[in-house]
Structures are given as C-alpha cells and as structure tokens.
C-alpha cells in the first residue's frame, strides 16, 4: 500500500535552514508529480511546493519562492524540501503527497513537525 514517511523536521531559529525528506512507496514513484503541504494549527493545509515526474519543473507558493526548493531522486522514491530564511510563520507539520498541487492520494503520512521560534 501507498506509503508516504517523511521527516527532518525540528526546531530552528528565525533564519535558519532545514531540509525536509519524503520517502514513498508502494506507488510508481517515477511516474508521479510530488508536492509538499504545510498545515499550522487552526489553519487549512497548504500547497507548499510541487515537482514534476521527472524533476524538469517545479512550482512554489508565493510566500515560498526564493527560499524552498523542492528536488527528488527517482531511484530513491525520495523527495525533499530544502528551506531557508525560515520564519516563525514556516512553523507547521509539513506533508508530501503526489499530485501537482492537488493531492492524489487520500492517504496522508504522519507529516514532520517544523517550528520557527527564538
């Protein structure tokens, strides 16, 4: 079944930079656009940032642009989100689905918890 496991969150000061992976399976990865959502509390989830099946386009949020980048690797059914200039209203769980911005599968992982504070 559809696996979706990521990771690599944490606390990080205003600023700061951390990168997100996403490790997928029991899909044909290679054939999927991926997305990364954000969720914050009392707030609806969010599209963060998307990729093409093959990595050649990608698209981002504008509060996003300049400061994540999303990238995968295809032979490691992995996809990441690396941040950068965080800030404290970057904090939320982040989640990787596939889909180019619309979320395809029902399923969802467990997220990765990312807060921003002093």
């Known amino acids: 079944q559809v696996q979706l496991v990521e990771s690599g969150g944490g606390l990080v000061q205003p600023g700061g930079s951390l990168r997100l992976t996403c490790a997928a399976s029991?899909?044909?990865?290679?054939?999927?656009?991926m997305s990364w959502y954000r969720q914050a509390p009392g707030l609806e989830r969010e599209l963060v940032a998307a990729?093409?099946?093959?990595?050649?386009?990608?698209n981002y949020a504008d509060s996003m642009k300049g400061r994540f980048t999303i990238s995968r690797d295809n032979l490691k059914n992995t996809v990441y989100l690396q941040m950068k200039s965080l800030k404290p209203e970057d904090t939320a769980v982040y989640y990787c689905?596939?889909?180019?911005?619309?979320?395809?599968?029902?399923?969802w992982g467990q997220g990765t918890q990312v807060t921003v504070s002093s």
């Open positions: 689905n596939a889909g180019w911005g619309t979320p395809f599968f029902h399923y």
């Open positions: 029991g899909f044909t990865f290679s054939n999927y656009a």
């Open positions: 990729i093409t099946s093959t990595g050649s386009s990608t």
